[in-house]
């Protein structure tokens, strides 16, 4: 190893070595998910504050037939590397999560709040339909855009 790569902080060096990755420095998802991880620990009720969490979680995760280390945890909350999907799925389903904002953020889709948009609208065009009055098909129309 050269010296100068030696002479790098832990985040420098991973980014050093993995490069830029279609524009996400490479460390950016590690560091997301550890935040999240950490969100949905404090959210726990049953999750220490901080002495024995990665414990805890070690032995969560053992109930679920997923075995890891103490060390693959602070690996997790410290951002060095995610967990794979099975430990992901089990993780998310620990700590009471959707595993797909566990692991990149995104909040999932509520398929109900979708069916009720649609018949929303196809009540409000009902309305527009059977009203004379152009000030409520005003309204309507406002509503759409």
């Known amino acids: 190893m050269s010296l100068a790569l030696a002479s790098l902080d832990e985040s420098s060096r991973q980014e050093s070595i993995g490069g830029n990755m279609g524009g996400i420095r490479q460390g950016s998802r590690e560091r997301a998910f550890a935040k999240r991880l950490e969100q949905a620990l404090d959210n726990h009720p049953r999750c220490p ?7 805890w979680v070690m032995r969560e995760l053992s109930h679920q037939r997923i075995e890891v280390t ?3 945890v602070r690996r997790w ?8 999907r099975p430990k992901m799925t089990a993780l998310a389903k620990i700590l009471g999560v959707d595993e797909t904002w566990l692991a990149m953020g995104v909040q999932p889709v509520d398929s109900n709040a979708a069916l009720k948009a649609q018949e929303v609208q196809d009540v409000l065009r009902q309305i527009e339909e059977l009203t004379d009055n152009e000030e409520i098909k005003e309204i309507i129309a406002r509503t759409r855009h």
């Open 70 to 72: 103490i060390e693959t």
């Open 49 to 55: 504050d901080d002495y024995g969490r990665l414990t």
């Open 77 to 84: 909350l410290t951002a060095v590397s995610m967990p794979r």
